[in-house]
């Protein structure tokens, strides 16, 4: 049986899911996919075991939450005059930091997301994932390196 109230799990792991969401999908679709991902982990809380890692556990929501929205923008195109500015950044996105993630490959962006924004072990990543350990270690490794290429820290030498 779990004790702790569900709102403290929204307030202890939900900054952590938007920047997941934020990273995977973009800061458009971000907040609907962490609405999406908590109504899904309310419904489900209930039978959760207690010694479930709760928030590798709200990653494989957002995980398939985000799977969703990418399939649903897949097969709903919607045909334009002229294509619209692109949405507005904000915070921690702003600058070309979100340029460079946005532009790895889907494997790379995710697990850089799951690693370093949710902190989740390469072993979660994986089962999330439904890749090996080394997959997802690989792919970490190449995100960042094409994150550093793209967006070098000031005064960081080569």
């Known amino acids: ?18 920047r997941v969401c934020r990273a995977v999908l973009g800061p458009a679709d971000a907040e ?17 075991p207690e010694d479930a890692n709760v928030q590798a556990w709200l990653v494989t929501i957002a995980h398939r ?3 969703d929205v990418t399939r649903a923008q897949a097969r709903n195109p919607v045909p334009v005059e002229q294509v619209p500015d692109r949405p507005g950044r904000e915070g921690e996105w702003a600058g070309d930091l979100w340029d460079a993630l946005a ?3 889907d494997k790379q962006r995710t697990v ?7 902190g989740l072990p390469y072993r979660e990543i994986a089962e999330i994932t439904g890749g090996s350990v ?3 270690r690989r792919a970490a ?14 005064g960081a030498h080569s």
Do not use: C, N
């Open 1 to 18: 049986m779990i004790v702790k109230p569900f709102e403290q799990i929204v307030a202890e792991h939900g900054p952590m899911v938007l």
């Open 32 to 48: 609907d996919a962490w609405s999406e991902t908590f109504l899904a982990a309310l419904k489900a809380y209930p039978g959760l």
């Open 65 to 67: 939450k985000a799977i």
């Open 103 to 105: 532009r790895l490959p």
């Open 112 to 118: 850089v997301a799951y690693r370093y924004l949710a």
């Open 134 to 136: 080394e997959a997802a």
């Open 141 to 154: 490794a190449d995100g960042v390196k094409a994150l550093r290429a793209a967006y070098p820290l000031e």
